[in-house]
């Protein structure tokens, strides 16, 4: 699957990077300051949102080698992942209906919905339109958001922030080659414009053989 992505995100939802390996390694006090977007719609501490939070970062991904949304997602206590190796299904707190296409979560990239207009499937497995490597931070708030976000936001808000095209400077290029036959590969290149302006733009593809 080959994916395009072009990133004009708000600096409001931008996060800086994370100067430590997990958030495990941050104290207390330092965690409660950490800025998320997502609860209330503008960057905010964690220690003043309204709901509770998860966030994943850019290092959380890179340690763990989480390829796709939904093994990221998984890691995040009361959501759980399954697969019928076609779609990556996401449950949370004992809830996942049959063919259901994560219907009741709302997915975002900086912002912006991205669940289809026709079945609301959020796509979390290979599907999802971003490679994890342009990802800054992983955002969700649990629990129903419909009155701020609309439809879907029933189980809660996924709001997946990009790097800046600051924090992306210039061209990188990567290879990923993986067993059944699995190949990735990515280039992306960002920059910044003198008026402060920001751009990613990025290219992705990958293809699996699979058990065949």
């Not at 501490?45 to 998984?74: M, Y």
């Not at 759980?80 to 996401?90: A, E, K, R």
């Amino acid at each position: 699957m080959a994916a395009a992505a072009l990133s004009l995100a708000p600096v409001a939802a931008r996060a800086d990077a994370q100067s430590v390996s997990s958030l495990a390694d941050l104290p207390m006090e330092q965690l409660l300051t950490m800025e998320v977007y997502s609860a209330s719609k503008f960057a905010q501490s964690l220690s003043e949102a309204p709901t509770v939070a998860s966030v994943i970062t850019a290092e959380d991904i890179r340690n763990f080698g989480w390829r796709t949304l939904g093994e990221a997602l998984a890691s995040v206590r009361g959501l759980y992942v399954t697969s019928d190796h076609n779609y990556d299904y996401l449950g949370a707190r004992g809830f996942l209906r049959p063919g259901d296409y994560n219907t009741r979560f709302l997915l975002l990239i900086d912002g912006y919905r991205v669940n289809d207009a026709v079945y609301d499937q959020a796509p979390i497995g290979s599907d999802f339109p971003l490679d994890l490597k342009l990802v800054e931070r992983i955002e969700y708030v649990p629990g129903a958001g419909s009155v701020m976000y609309g439809s879907n936001a029933f189980f809660g808000v996924i709001n997946v922030i990009t790097k800046s095209g600051r924090s992306l400077a210039g061209t990188r290029a990567g290879i990923d080659i993986g067993t059944f036959g699995e190949r990735r590969a990515r280039a992306s290149y960002g920059w910044e414009t003198a008026s402060k302006q920001r751009f990613t733009l990025a290219v992705s593809d990958s293809q699996v053989r699979g058990r065949d």
